[in-house]
């Protein structure tokens, strides 16, 4: 017979075995989860009625914004915001400029519209309507590895 600090060893490195994934691996279930959330901050990322062909048509003196946020939204799958191969999928945007006016529509600034205060956490949002359907995806991925 196995004391209970024994079995419970056992049993804690059973679970690390079966639990613990590599780097790839862990790629494939966090790339699923990404696509699934990717797909709805697109869907609900507010979009200006401004055209981006011209940076210059927007204020700028270089051709920054050539682009609505909703189709600089990127992932790559097992890198991180550090571009670091670790597993973990992040999903944001593909500048830092894109990411700012991002910021700014998603937390707000002074004196908003009624059409920007009802876009205001957009990202937030996203992330809350999005939690079931990633974990369903990831869980399905998993299944399949």
């Known amino acids: 017979m196995v004391d209970?600090?024994?079995g419970l060893e056992n049993w804690l490195?059973?679970?690390?075995?079966?639990?613990?994934?590599?780097?790839?691996?862990?790629?494939?279930?966090?790339?699923?989860?990404?696509?699934?959330?990717?797909?709805?901050l697109k869907k609900n990322t507010p979009i200006s009625g401004e055209?981006?062909?011209?940076?210059?048509?927007?204020?700028?003196?270089k051709g920054r914004k050539t682009k609505h946020l909703k189709e600089s939204i990127t992932f790559k799958p097992g890198f991180n915001h550090d571009k670091l191969p670790t597993g973990d999928t992040a999903v944001g945007f593909d500048s830092k400029y894109?990411?700012?006016?991002?910021?700014?529509?998603?937390?707000?600034?002074?004196?908003?519209?009624?059409?920007?205060?009802?876009?205001?956490?957009?990202?937030?949002?996203?992330?809350?309507?999005?939690?079931?359907?990633i974990l369903r995806a990831e869980a399905e991925r998993m299944k399949r590895l």
């Open 4 to 6: 209970f600090d024994k």
């Open 13 to 40: 490195k059973n679970v690390e075995e079966h639990a613990s994934l590599s780097a790839t691996k862990k790629a494939q279930v966090t790339g699923a989860g990404a696509a699934v959330f990717s797909q709805i």
């Open 51 to 61: 055209s981006y062909s011209k940076g210059r048509s927007v204020g700028h003196a």
């Open 98 to 133: 894109s990411a700012l006016v991002a910021r700014f529509v998603n937390n707000g600034t002074r004196d908003m519209s009624s059409k920007e205060l009802k876009n205001m956490h957009f990202f937030d949002k996203s992330q809350v309507e999005a939690r079931d359907a």
